[in-house]
Every structure is written in structure tokens, then in C-alpha cells.
């Protein structure tokens, strides 16, 4: 480490001094040199030649946790041992995954359904699809363990439609997985565990990705996302109990079984016993960089890399001649963080903490060339295309914003357009039955928030009437926050 | 679960049934919570945003049509709901500009305004400045749905409650969205026409100007129009129904909600039937068939003297229209009985559709079956004849009558033999009762924006001849007419609307 980034980072610790003492601490295995080192776990197979057949999968360990499950477990012990690991939600709303499976009734006479989450719309997140293509079968084995547990019947793999490679790959190994006995009727043997998997393709809809939009979709409907309750545990696809999951969710399962929870949840980032809603960032997770970076890519690690780390030691840093502004740390939803917030730890609680939030922990990175009004309008204008059009506050919100961000741009906005905007953040956010329409209002609000001054600079002539409380702002304001 | 049976809304305590959310329960109690895409007879979207209400306790608006007055199990207290606080009228303003905010605003033009809850809630939560000033969304306008149907989609709001009334109600499914974001507008089948005759239903449910009725559009601001009570006669089962009329014609006719009879539907063959009514050949004024066989006006007095004089001369039955109200039928069984006849009434067959319409045209055959009167099967001699429709009373029945006194809408339908000519209403423009296929007696009420001006009830008509008749009838007035039905042994166990009560929708203008 320079002496100039030592001196960034000690200046950056003491700032962020009060928000570390209040975070639970962070088990942290650092190289002796300072540097983050990789933890390959989802990740162990990627990189071996032919990693996605099943002679090669099984060599290196494939479906061993579930030969160990049905054999030595019951299907509640996996759950127990699920919830006992903290694994949470990977797709980017972090929910505990065991407490989902538990939500699934065992006194019922309808049939029961996974749907896997594949389709991974969110812009700047490429993290499921390495899964998908380098080892369809840990997945495959993670959902049949999920099968196992909530003692479903079928499993949908609902895959982003931009994903050829991730569609082959799975129906390959789906088809693999039959011939090998690990689908179908009594897998493995055990009598009466009855599971068959299909792949579904999208089209390419990003509200499709949205958990209850996606059932619709799977259904052949509009991919339009239901008003809940019912909860899809109980009222899911084809009015049957459903888990939905993320594929790195369920990708994370065969080792919490084959090492067990404890051993999961000893990784990562503890729970903050003080904070019963800071439940910790247990395990590894898979990173991801995109933006105005040397070398952009996918890692594993332990949670507990800082975002400054992530960029600098694996991201390679900024571009020559250039320094980075701003990231989003977690697909595009997140409010943005600046260039002197980036020493917090990649996890769900500490990123909270900072205003912002995990997501899908796929960092798109903007450096000083980046034009934060473009960005903005840019940001707009995929969210007002991508609102699927249900709810009036996002169907005609989303647009609206765009329009101002493209006037704002074009030199005709007025101070006044940034009041219209915060008026229209408080109008769409939390007014909707989907999170889309807060996904648009974070990363906006934030970077107009904090980048106030670009905004103005497109307005020669006309003065801030906000100028002397606009330090005041809630620059870190908590994700929610008015 | 606790067993909280209450949900407080404003600070009121209200009991709610299991499964009933807010907005049915402050609907129920007369508590105004505006909505689009609610609508009681359909599936809850939630989508439309502007039911939102504040629940105590809690940072975020919520849609008070999906909101359940059951807490959830981890509360044991009643719910807390506020209609009425900054949150929930700032949201609800919220959601209001947002739908403004591409809408065309062309409510100079627009049939839905004086009905259009845009323009009602634009009133109660808009606000006098417009905040965008960027160009509007263009969406297709002028869009045919069907033959009946015309769609605009910048004035949709996408309740889609034309979209759930196809799947849900007619389970014809001809409609659904098509588009994403704000460019997002309901399309149809590609058939481009209904399988459903309940289409148009979708114009009344539409809370915006959305979908309108090519056969409405662009006649008559809402405004300037009459409105009444009735029911539809196109067929017995009866739908509920308000007829709008202006400067006499008849406009439009729209279901009217009840629950036992046609929810909240009708059909499209009874909606646009009404047009019979505004036929060039209405007859206005009494008339009396002159010694050299022309056709002369006449006061209603001197036709009533001419009608009795030849009545009495001529004697016999009574055929009515099976659209006739009782108290017609009971005073047709009079009449009959003074000149020595029997009464009869003429209605047609039709054909059921599984839903609404039922075979029997007759809107009142089971009531004129209650006052035991006989079907006319075949053309038959009666010197009196009340002809509303031509459906009913077919011209073979018509001629074949010889009637001398003839009461009809239209002067075609009057037969030659004809001595003197009384205009008979359409069934909007008469107060009167009807019993349905169902047994039930529903009341009709006249439109005074509807039909010549000055027009007698027939009732009354009938009375006056009876009365020369020197039969020893007294006069009853409507009131009477009724009780003389309600004293018969067939309506022993069925209760009949007061007259009084009946008369008072009725006079809007």
C-alpha cells in the first residue's frame, strides 16, 4: 500500500470511526500484506476444464450434500441447519433463507414449487450467470436440497432470457442429473422424493426478476407483480405454495450441509446482538465490479472487504489520469456512495448503515468523466422503461423524472426542478406494490443529493435557493429515508 | 390470532365482516375513500394508488382496497385507519398528479365529465398549478373495441377494470394490457370484436373517459340530461337500470346496481334497445279518427269521451304488451270486465344467454300471470289494444285484434280499425311496477326528460274511461291501484312498493 493510500485510509477510518464502533465487528482474514484475499467456496469449481458436466462436477464433490441429507437428515434438520448458518437472500433484498423455507406449509395437498430466481436483470449484475455456466450442478444440487427440506415437487429455473449460455448449460445438467438418477422419481434411492426441474426462460423483462412478477411471467401472464399478501410460501406459482430463491442463494446450501450452519455463519460478518435488524453478513458472496475501473470481474469473498478494497485491490483502481466519484454499490437499485464513503464493508447491515445497501454486491463504479446528470437520466430512463406500467405512481413517475433529468440536461432546468424531483421521489417511493419504483428513487435521490452541485452547473443564472441548508442535506441518509 | 372484530377508522369504531377490507367497510359506512380500480364486483388490483389511506403506527401509505380491517396475527389491537390525515391526503394528491400528469385534460370534449372520478378527485385533492411542463406521452386515441366501443388510451388510467371485468365476469377475455411504463394501454383480441354481449359494461366501469359508447358519444352533456330509476324491459329478467334522456329523446340507459337482480350488469341488446323510444313516429298527442276516416288531434278530454263512446258500443277484451306495469294489467282486467271481455297480453320468446337475459320478452308476463291474465298465443278480437313494442305485439296480433281504442308509442303500430289513439310512454317514460322472472316486483320510474311533452299516464287514461264507462269504477289514483292489487289473494305474500315511494326519483327536471 502507498503511502498516500495509507494515509486515505487512516484519514477514511477515523471518519467513519463512530460507524465502525457501532458495527458489529467484522471477522476479517487479511494477508499479511493488508491485502483481502479471495475465499473460493460457490466459486471452487470455476475455472476447471469441463467444470459443468457431471463426471467432472462429481469428482469435486457434486451432490455429495445431498446423498448426505436424505440419508442422515431429516428435512427439517436442513432447514435447522440452514437457518442455523444465517445464509440471507442473495438476490439482493438479503431475507434469511431458512426462515423463508420455514414458511412453507407441510400440511398441505397442493403441489409445491421452487422457482429459482435466475433471471439477474439488475444492471451491472453478472454474478448468477458465472454460476449458471461454470457449475449448473452445485446449483442444481442447492435447489434439490431446497426440494428436500420444503418437500416441493417441482423446481422452475426462470433464467434471463440474454443468457444462452446460462439456459444450455442448465438444461444440460438438468439433463445429466435425470439420466443419473439425481431427478425424477425416488432420487437416490429414497423413496417417495419425487423432483423435476425445468428451465424458463424470460424475455427479457427486468420486472420479471421481481419475485411475484416472475410467477406471473412463469404462468404466461403479463410479468406483472402481485400486491402481497398472500406471500408466494403460500400462495405462489399456480396458486401453490412457492419458494423463490436466488440462484447464489441456493448455490451456498451444499456446503452448509456439507460442513454445516455454524461453520457458514463463523464467516462473514457477525450479527449485531444490540441490533436485532443488523442480522450480519454470514458466509462468502460473490463481487462484481463494472464501471470506470482497470479490470472489471466477479470474485468470492469472505464478507467484510470494504468497497474501497474491492475497487482498488481487484478492480484494479481508476482508469489513468482519472479518480473515482462515485459508486452504486449493488446493482444499479442502491443509493450512491462518494469517493470518500467507500472504506465501509461489502455486507447488508454496515452498507445500511451508510445510506446505501448490499443489493446484489455488483459495484458499478462512475469516475470524475462521468457525467452525474447523464448518469441520472440515463438511470431515469431505464427505470421509466422498465416499469411494467401496474401502478400509477411508477408508470407515469418514472417517465416524469426522466423528462426533467433530459431537460436539466439539455441546459433548461431550473432550481426549481430539483424541488419537482424531490417531490416526486416522496410520491413514488413506497407508493407502489413492487420495490421497482424505490429501486429508481434511491440511486436518483442520492446522487442528486450528492452531486447537487453538477446539477446546478447546467443552470448558469440561476442561484441555489437552497444554498444554505444544503449542507444540512442527508447526504447518508438510511435507504427508506424521506 | 386475537380476535379483534373492530377496525377504528377517523377515531370510529366499525364491526367488519372476515375478509372485508378498509375501503368496503368506510364504503359500507358511508365514508368517502376515492378509487379507481376498485370496484365491489371485481377482483382488488391495488393499483390505481388512490385509496391510500394512513394506518397509525405505521411510515407508509397503504391501499385501503387490499387492506385488510383483520390485523395481522402478531397485533391484537383493532387497526387504526385515517382517511383524513396529512399522510394520507398527501398521498392520495400524490398519486392524483401522477395521473395528470399525461392525461389530455380534454374534458370540453370528453363524455365521461360530470360522471368522471378524475374530474372529482382532480377537484377534492388537485391543485390549482400544473407542475410539468414537459410534453405529454402521446397514446393512441380514437381506437374501436368492437363495433359498440370506442377506447382512448391518454385518458386511461390502466385500472384495468375493463381488463377484469372481461376475464372475470364474461370470462371472454378480449381484453389486456399491451406496453410497458407510461406508454402502457389496453388492446384487444385480435377477433377486433366481443363475444360477450355484456361488453359495454366496460364504458360504466370505466371511471374515466376512457371507453366510451359510440352510440352516446358526443350527444349530450351529462348535465343538461334527465335521469330516473327504472328497470330494463328488453327481456324479465328485470336489470336494474337509469335512464338518461334530454329535450325528450330517450340517450342512453345504464345498469343500475342490485345485487339479486343484474349485480352490477346488463346486457347490450337490452342497453341499446331503448332506441325504439325515440322513433320518428311517436305518437304525442291523442287522436280520433274522423267520420270521412281522417286522422284529427284531440284534447286528452275529448278523447277520452270518444274512446268510451266506442267502447261501448263495441264491447269485448282487453290485449296488452307484456311490457305493461301491473297497474296497467289490473286496470286492462277492469276495463275488460266492464265491456264484458277478457283481458290477454302478448309477449315474445326469446332466447336466454346463460347469464342475464332470459327467454320470456315480456318484461312483466309474471306479473300479468299473477293478475291471471292469459297469454295471447294467437291473433284474437279486443277492442282495446296497448302496443309498447312491436316485439311484443306483433302486427299479425294487431290486426287481428279489430280494436277499436288503441294505446301505442308508435304510430305505425296502429291498426287500421282504430277509432281513437292515446300515446302510450315507453317504458321510461311510465311509473309502474314489475315483477321479473324471479317473482321479484321492482318499480319503474318515469323520466320526464324522456317523450312527448304532457303525457298522461295511461293509468290515468284508463281510470277516465272506466269512469265513462258508467260501470260503477271509482277512481282510485295510483295509490289506489296499487292497495286493489295488493288486496288480490295472488299477491297475498308479496309486499308492494307505496306508490308515493316510487314517484320521487322521478321528478329530477
Known amino acids: 500500500m502507498t503511502a498516500k493510500k495509507k494515509a486515505a485510509a487512516k484519514?477514511?477510518?477515523?471518519?467513519?470511526?463512530?460507524?465502525?464502533?457501532?458495527?458489529?465487528?467484522?471477522?476479517?482474514?487479511?494477508?499479511?500484506?493488508?491485502?483481502?484475499?479471495?475465499?473460493?467456496?460457490?466459486?471452487?469449481?470455476?475455472?476447471?476444464?469441463?467444470?459443468?458436466?457431471?463426471?467432472?462436477?462429481?469428482?469435486?464433490?457434486?451432490?455429495?450434500?445431498?446423498?448426505?441429507?436424505?440419508?442422515?437428515?431429516?428435512?427439517?434438520?436442513?432447514?435447522?441447519?440452514?437457518?442455523?448458518?444465517?445464509?440471507?437472500?442473495?438476490?439482493?433484498?438479503?431475507?434469511?433463507?431458512?426462515?423463508?423455507?420455514?414458511?412453507?406449509?407441510?400440511?398441505?395437498?397442493?403441489?409445491?414449487?421452487?422457482?429459482?430466481?435466475?433471471?439477474?436483470?439488475?444492471?451491472?449484475?453478472?454474478?448468477?450467470?458465472?454460476?449458471?455456466?461454470?457449475?449448473?450442478?452445485?446449483?442444481?444440487?442447492?435447489?434439490?436440497?431446497?426440494?428436500?427440506?420444503?418437500?416441493?415437487?417441482?423446481?422452475?429455473?426462470?433464467?434471463?432470457?440474454?443468457?444462452?449460455?446460462?439456459?444450455?448449460?442448465?438444461?444440460?445438467?438438468?439433463?445429466?442429473?435425470?439420466?443419473?438418477?439425481?431427478?425424477?422419481?425416488?432420487?437416490?434411492?429414497?423413496?417417495?422424493?419425487?423432483?423435476?426441474?425445468?428451465?424458463?426462460?424470460?424475455?427479457?423483462?427486468?420486472?420479471?426478476?421481481?419475485?411475484?412478477?416472475?410467477?406471473?411471467?412463469?404462468?404466461?401472464?403479463?410479468?406483472?407483480?402481485?400486491?402481497?399478501?398472500?406471500?408466494?410460501?403460500?400462495?405462489?406459482?399456480?396458486?401453490?405454495?412457492?419458494?423463490?430463491?436466488?440462484?447464489?442463494?441456493?448455490?451456498?446450501?451444499?456446503?452448509?450441509?456439507?460442513?454445516?450452519?455454524?461453520?457458514?455463519?463463523?464467516?462473514?460478518?457477525?450479527?449485531?446482538?444490540?441490533?436485532?435488524?443488523?442480522?450480519?453478513?454470514?458466509?462468502?458472496?460473490?463481487?462484481?465490479?463494472?464501471?470506470?475501473?482497470?479490470?472489471?470481474?466477479?470474485w468470492e469473498f469472505e464478507f467484510g472487504i470494504t468497497v474501497r478494497e474491492l475497487i482498488e485491490q481487484y478492480g484494479g483502481g481508476a482508469l489513468d489520469g482519472r479518480t473515482i466519484k462515485a459508486v452504486i454499490p449493488g446493482g444499479l437499485s442502491m443509493p450512491v456512495l462518494t469517493a470518500d464513503e467507500l472504506d465501509v464493508p461489502m455486507g447488508f447491515d454496515a452498507l445500511v448503515k451508510v445510506g446505501s445497501g448490499l443489493g446484489t454486491a455488483t459495484a458499478i463504479v462512475m469516475d470524475d468523466a462521468c457525467d452525474m446528470v447523464e448518469a441520472c437520466e440515463n438511470i431515469a430512463h431505464f427505470f421509466a422503461d422498465e416499469s411494467c406500467g401496474q401502478c400509477t405512481p411508477c408508470r407515469e413517475g418514472c417517465h416524469w423524472m426522466e423528462k426533467i433529468f433530459t431537460r436539466i440536461k439539455a441546459g433548461d432546468g431550473t432550481p426549481a426542478d430539483l424541488d419537482l424531483l424531490e417531490h416526486l421521489f416522496v410520491n413514488i417511493e413506497g407508493r407502489t406494490i413492487c420495490a421497482l419504483a424505490d429501486a429508481a428513487v434511491w440511486p436518483l435521490r442520492s446522487i442528486l443529493r450528492k452531486f447537487r452541485h453538477e446539477f446546478l452547473a447546467k443552470m448558469p443564472g440561476h442561484a441555489d435557493p437552497h444554498a444554505a441548508d444544503a449542507k444540512a442535506s442527508d447526504a447518508a441518509a438510511p435507504v427508506g429515508a424521506k | 390470532?386475537?380476535?379483534?372484530?373492530?377496525?377504528?377508522?377517523?377515531?370510529?369504531?366499525?364491526?367488519?365482516?372476515?375478509?372485508?377490507?378498509?375501503?368496503?367497510?368506510?364504503?359500507?359506512?358511508?365514508?368517502?375513500?376515492?378509487?379507481?380500480?376498485?370496484?365491489?364486483?371485481?377482483?382488488?388490483?391495488?393499483?390505481?394508488?388512490?385509496?391510500?389511506?394512513?394506518?397509525?403506527?405505521?411510515?407508509?401509505?397503504?391501499?385501503?382496497?387490499?387492506?385488510?380491517?383483520?390485523?395481522?396475527?402478531?397485533?391484537?389491537?383493532?387497526?387504526?385507519?385515517?382517511?383524513?390525515s396529512e399522510l394520507a391526503k398527501s398521498a392520495r394528491a400524490g398519486t392524483m398528479e401522477m395521473l395528470l400528469v399525461n392525461h389530455p385534460l380534454d374534458c370540453p370534449i370528453c363524455d365521461q365529465a360530470g360522471e368522471c372520478h378524475l374530474q372529482d378527485y382532480s377537484y377534492q385533492l388537485g391543485q390549482g398549478q400544473a407542475s410539468s411542463s414537459t410534453a405529454k406521452t402521446k397514446l393512441p386515441k380514437n381506437v374501436a373495441f368492437g363495433e359498440k366501443i370506442v377506447y382512448d388510451a391518454e385518458r386511461c388510467i390502466k385500472c384495468t377494470l375493463c381488463v377484469r371485468f372481461c376475464e372475470e365476469v364474461t370470462e371472454t377475455n378480449e381484453l389486456n394490457l399491451g406496453g410497458r411504463g407510461d406508454e402502457e394501454i389496453v388492446i384487444m383480441s385480435s377477433k377486433g370484436e366481443f363475444e360477450t354481449d355484456y361488453s359495454m359494461n366496460i364504458i360504466d366501469i370505466c371511471p374515466v373517459g376512457a371507453l366510451t359508447s359510440r352510440d352516446f358519444r358526443f350527444k349530450s352533456r351529462l348535465w343538461f340530461m334527465d335521469f330516473a330509476d327504472s328497470v330494463c324491459t328488453g327481456c324479465a329478467r328485470g336489470c336494474n337500470v337509469i335512464t338518461g334522456g334530454r329535450n325528450g329523446s330517450m340517450m342512453r340507459m345504464e345498469p343500475r346496481h342490485n345485487a339479486d337482480v343484474n349485480q352490477w350488469w346488463m346486457c347490450d341488446q337490452g342497453r341499446l334497445d331503448y332506441r325504439y323510444v325515440n322513433t320518428p313516429t311517436r305518437i304525442a298527442t291523442p287522436r280520433i279518427k274522423t267520420a270521412d276516416g281522417v286522422w284529427a288531434a284531440a284534447t286528452v278530454d275529448d278523447a277520452i269521451l270518444a274512446a268510451a263512446a266506442a267502447l261501448k258500443a263495441a264491447g269485448g277484451n282487453v290485449l296488452v304488451d307484456g311490457g305493461c306495469t301491473l297497474e296497467e294489467m289490473h286496470l286492462a282486467q277492469q276495463l275488460a270486465a266492464a265491456l264484458g271481455g277478457k283481458a290477454t297480453y302478448a309477449a315474445a320468446t326469446g332466447e336466454a344467454d346463460g347469464f342475464l337475459r332470459v327467454a320470456e320478452q315480456g318484461a312483466n308476463a309474471a306479473g300479468a300471470e299473477l293478475l291471471g291474465l292469459a297469454r295471447a298465443t294467437k291473433a284474437g278480437a279486443a277492442a282495446v289494444l296497448v302496443v309498447e313494442r312491436d316485439a311484443n305485439v306483433p302486427q299479425a296480433l294487431r290486426d287481428g285484434a279489430d280494436a277499436v281504442v288503441v294505446f301505442a308509442t308508435d304510430a305505425d303500430h296502429v291498426p287500421a280499425s282504430a277509432q281513437v289513439v292515446f300515446p302510450f310512454g315507453s317504458s321510461a317514460e311510465r311509473d309502474g311496477l314489475f315483477v321479473n322472472t324471479d317473482g321479484r316486483v321492482q318499480v319503474a320510474q318515469r323520466n320526464p326528460g324522456i317523450g312527448p311533452d304532457n303525457l298522461t299516464p295511461p293509468y290515468e287514461l284508463l281510470e277516465e274511461i272506466l269512469g265513462e264507462l258508467d260501470a260503477g269504477y271509482d277512481w282510485h289514483g295510483r295509490d289506489g291501484i296499487v292497495a286493489a292489487i295488493q288486496a288480490q289473494p295472488a299477491f297475498a305474500k308479496i309486499s308492494l312498493p307505496a306508490a308515493q315511494a316510487t314517484a320521487e326519483v322521478g321528478a329530477t327536471s
Request: hydrophobic share 35%; glycine share 12%.
Open chain 2, 1 to 84: 390470532m386475537a380476535d379483534v372484530k373492530t377496525v377504528f377508522i377517523n377515531g370510529v369504531e366499525y364491526p367488519f365482516d372476515a375478509g372485508q377490507t378498509v375501503i368496503q367497510v368506510a364504503h359500507e359506512n358511508g365514508l368517502d375513500v376515492p378509487h379507481y380500480c376498485y370496484h365491489p364486483g371485481l377482483s382488488i388490483a391495488g393499483n390505481c394508488r388512490i385509496c391510500m389511506v394512513e394506518v397509525e403506527g405505521d411510515a407508509k401509505p397503504q391501499v385501503s382496497c387490499k387492506l385488510e380491517c383483520a390485523p395481522p396475527p402478531w397485533v391484537s389491537e383493532p387497526l387504526r385507519i385515517q382517511t383524513e
Open chain 1, 11 to 298: 484519514k477514511a477510518s477515523t471518519k467513519k470511526a463512530s460507524a465502525k464502533k457501532a458495527a458489529a465487528p467484522a471477522k476479517v482474514v487479511r494477508a499479511a500484506d493488508g491485502s483481502y484475499p479471495e475465499t473460493r467456496i460457490l466459486s471452487a469449481n470455476f475455472g476447471v476444464k469441463d467444470s459443468w458436466t457431471l463426471p467432472v462436477a462429481k469428482k469435486n464433490g457434486a451432490y455429495k450434500s445431498l446423498e448426505k441429507a436424505i440419508k442422515t437428515m431429516t428435512p427439517a434438520e436442513v432447514i435447522d441447519e440452514v437457518k442455523t448458518s444465517r445464509v440471507r437472500g442473495r438476490g439482493g433484498a438479503g431475507f434469511p433463507t431458512g426462515v423463508k423455507w420455514g414458511f412453507v406449509p407441510t400440511d398441505t395437498d397442493k403441489a409445491k414449487y421452487l422457482v429459482l430466481n435466475a433471471d439477474e436483470s439488475e444492471p451491472g449484475t453478472f454474478k448468477d450467470r458465472f454460476l449458471m455456466e461454470l457449475d449448473p450442478h452445485l446449483v442444481l444440487e442447492g435447489c434439490l436440497l431446497c426440494a428436500y427440506a420444503t418437500g416441493l415437487d417441482v423446481i422452475y429455473i426462470y433464467v434471463r432470457g440474454e443468457y444462452p449460455l446460462s439456459i444450455a448449460r442448465l438444461e444440460g445438467a438438468i439433463e445429466e442429473a435425470r439420466e443419473a438418477g439425481l431427478l425424477g422419481k425416488d432420487i437416490l434411492g429414497k423413496k417417495g422424493f419425487n423432483v423435476e426441474a425445468h428451465v424458463h426462460p424470460g424475455a427479457g423483462a427486468y420486472i420479471c426478476g421481481e419475485e411475484t412478477g416472475m410467477l406471473e411471467s412463469l404462468e404466461g401472464k403479463r410479468g406483472h407483480p402481485r400486491i402481497k399478501p398472500p406471500f408466494p410460501a403460500v400462495e405462489g406459482a399456480f396458486g401453490c405454495p412457492t419458494v423463490i430463491n436466488n440462484v447464489e442463494t441456493l448455490a451456498h446450501v451444499p456446503s452448509i450441509i456439507e460442513h454445516g450452519g455454524a461453520w457458514f455463519g463463523d464467516l462473514g460478518i457477525a450479527p449485531d446482538p444490540d441490533n436485532p435488524r443488523a442480522m450480519g453478513s454470514a458466509g462468502t458472496k460473490l463481487m462484481g465490479l463494472s464501471g470506470d475501473i482497470k479490470t472489471p470481474g466477479c
